[in-house]
């Protein structure tokens, strides 16, 4: 007969057991329970970076004007009248940018746009808070545009680079001539530029033509062979009969005519005066002075606007050349007079009769103005034309401008829903800069 040992554990096996597996199971659940509230925090997080930067890149190319758009963004503003200088807080709340369907937590999101700079030297410093062209006028059936070209990353050579060439080309072989540069040309030389809108018959109706000239002078004798001292060359920039008639067998009207030139700043240094035919008559001309001629030959109650480019120093493309204090070009209007104001608009971006540079040479000159008795007349109002506001020449407000800032400090932050944000700390903030 076979015997069987039918004995177990005993309690205090039992009980060594158990104490030796939670010894071990304890720890580990804790690591378990830790590594998923972390998986947890790490996934918040980068929900939160996600959704941080997806608003930056929102704010980065979106319009101010249209981030305002409940239509197009469900933000919630607040705007300047209520944080004051220029501001802005963007508010979106219960986001959730989760879309594996899973129960997560949402966010709140605040974008904070402020246009003060802390640094000085920012080239958009100067530009935010001031009255700027509205540019959404231009249309390409109404509107004359000539676009001096400058040097920048992909173009070479500017305007007035292929001028000096052309003086070089054909400079004195005896002489000072001989030792001659492009940068000689470019201190002793003085520019016009002329913009001429005139009507002309061309047989079937008449046209609207609008031409801009530039005309360039040598300031310094025995340079330049009898003949060379001058050079000019024109431009039609607008003419409406290569357009075509409408139904009513009208050409388009002209409404605008934007100058965008390169201002020239060499002459300041040492600058030069020379008397020189033009159109036969003798013309003093001055080197650091550049001379616009704006003629509404055809009496329209057109928009003219001159507007003045930066333009980078020598050998760069990326640093812009700063304008001398005493840059001043001369501003010559020749127009018709209809009720005591000129029967044209008048805009530009350059600092004409300020008062701080009295005297230096920055004029408008109204003495080709005519009224409707043909006769001459001086218009006084010398505030017209103003960098900080621009205005027609009849003094009347101007919707042609705007104050806007140009350059925001951004700051995103993100919360989590329903947050009380005067207290809680944000789960991301980032910085970065918007430019309107």
Known sequence: MKSSDNKGFTLLEVLIAVIILAIVIVPMLHSFVSSHRMNARSKQYMRATTLAQDEMEIF???????????????????????????????????????????????????????????????????????????????????????????????????????IYEYFSANKSAAGIGSTWGTQEFDKDLTRRIKVKIYHENNGLNIATIVKVTYEYVLCTNNVMPAGYQM?????????????????????????NVYLFYAPRYKGYSTPKTV??????????????????????????????????????????????????????????????????????????????????????????????????????????????????????????????????DRIYTMTVEVYNGGADRTTASPIVRMTGSKLE
């Open 60 to 162: 980065e190319k979106e319009k101010l004007e249209d981030l305002q758009d409940t239509s197009k963004f469900s933000y919630t503003v607040t705007g300047p009248d209520t944080l004051g200088e220029g501001r802005y807080e963007f508010l979106r709340e219960g986001i959730n940018n989760d879309h594996s369907g899973a129960s997560v937590s949402k966010f709140d999101v605040l974008v904070k746009l402020d246009p003060e700079r802390a640094n000085t030297s920012d080239r958009y410093y100067d530009t935010n808070s001031q009255a700027l062209f509205y540019m959404n006028t231009i249309g390409s059936t109404d509107s004359a545009v000539y676009v001096q070209s400058i040097r920048n990353a992909s173009t070479v050579k500017g305007y007035d680079d292929n």
């Open 275 to 404: 008397t020189y035919p033009i159109d036969g008559e003798p013309t003093t001309l001055k080197t650091n002075e550049d001379w616009i001629i704006i003629d509404n030959e055809a009496e329209l109650p057109i928009n003219v606007y001159v507007i003045r480019q930066d333009i980078f120093k020598d050998g760069s493309t990326t640093e812009i050349e700063p304008t001398p204090y005493n840059y001043q070009p001369k501003i010559e209007i020749h127009d018709a007079i209809d009720a005591d104001h000129t029967v044209g608009n008048y805009y530009t971006n350059l600092n004409i009769d300020s008062a701080a540079l009295a005297g230096i040479g920055g004029q408008v000159d109204f003495s080709k103005l005519k009224d409707n008795n043909n006769t001459s007349r001086v218009y006084s109002n010398t505030e017209a034309l103003s960098v900080i506001e621009p205005k027609p020449l009849d003094g009347a407000g101007s919707t042609q401008s705007e104050v806007k």
């Open 231 to 255: 050079y000019s060359e024109e431009s039609v920039i607008f003419n409406n009969s290569a357009q075509g008639i409408d139904d009513d067998g009208n050409l388009p009207e002209l409404k």
